[in-house]
């Protein structure tokens, strides 16, 4: 099983957008996948019920803790057969819970949004994480994703050479986009719309899906060549 956590210590950055896309791209290309949401808000196991009954089963996972009694879901049963398993952090979580969720990952995938404030935020997030959460000595791959980009944006630079300076992984950029918005109220992952629309969409998006596979990027974010197997499979 390959397990990558989607995680920053702030909400609102795209944890859940990008749980949910990947795990809709391995569950699209026949891959056993899962997702565990750690988040009390539940928002990626909210999107999975959502999921309409022709899309692929992606197993559901609840890791969060109850706000009210304090104890741990029992439904975080995870298939043994699953390949692919996806973690949807909170945002802040508790060192307790971080050293919990960092025993059980390969890959850490760590979305940012465009504003100074965030990016700053990220920075010491990555610092705390690269030094409290043991992630070298763990052996655990660290990549950063700019999500919510508008065209213009050039506010990343400064966090492209801090991620690059730790030796970390820059693998793409995520436009502000209205189709992630609608993935996310339909259930489905944009490499499962149909729509002309989510071309663009798949295609910035596969750097990630690469990294996760093992492949370290060659080329700048922006530049990726590789056509999502759906895509070249349905032309
Ligand atoms: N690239 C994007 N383009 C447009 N809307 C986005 C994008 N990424 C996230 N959103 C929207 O922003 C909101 C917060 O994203 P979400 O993934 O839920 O963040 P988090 O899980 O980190 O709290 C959601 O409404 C989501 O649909
Ligand atoms: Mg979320």
Not at 24 to 33: D, E, Q, R
């Amino acid at each position: 099983m390959n397990t990558t956590l989607v995680i920053n210590a702030k909400g609102g950055v795209g944890k859940t957008t990008i749980t949910t896309n990947l795990a809709s791209y391995f569950a699209a290309n026949g891959v056993a996948t899962a997702i565990m949401d750690y988040d009390p808000q539940g928002s990626s196991l909210h999107w999975l019920k959502q999921r309409p009954p022709e899309v692929p089963t992606i197993h559901g996972a609840n890791g969060a803790q109850s706000q009210t009694t304090g104890l741990r879901s029992m439904g975080k049963y995870v298939p043994p057969t699953t390949e692919q398993l996806i973690l949807d952090a909170p945002g802040g979580p508790s060192r307790l819970l971080l050293q919990e969720i960092l025993g059980r990952t390969s890959s850490i995938v760590i979305p940012v949004a465009p504003s100074v404030i965030d990016i700053q935020a990220t920075a010491n997030f990555i610092k705390e994480l690269l030094l409290v959460g043991g992630i070298r000595h763990r052996n655990i791959r660290v990549a950063v994703v700019a999500n919510r980009v508008r065209s213009s944006t050039t506010v990343y630079e400064p966090l492209e050479r801090f991620v690059s300076s730790l030796g970390l992984s820059f693998l793409a950029r995520i436009l502000d986009s209205e189709v992630y918005v609608e993935a996310a109220e339909t259930g489905v992952g944009i490499f499962e719309m149909d729509s002309e629309d989510s071309v663009e969409q798949c295609r910035e998006f596969m750097p990630i899906i690469d990294w996760i596979r093992g492949i370290e990027p060659v080329a700048a974010p922006k530049t990726s060549n590789v056509i999502p197997l759906k895509q070249s499979t349905a032309s």
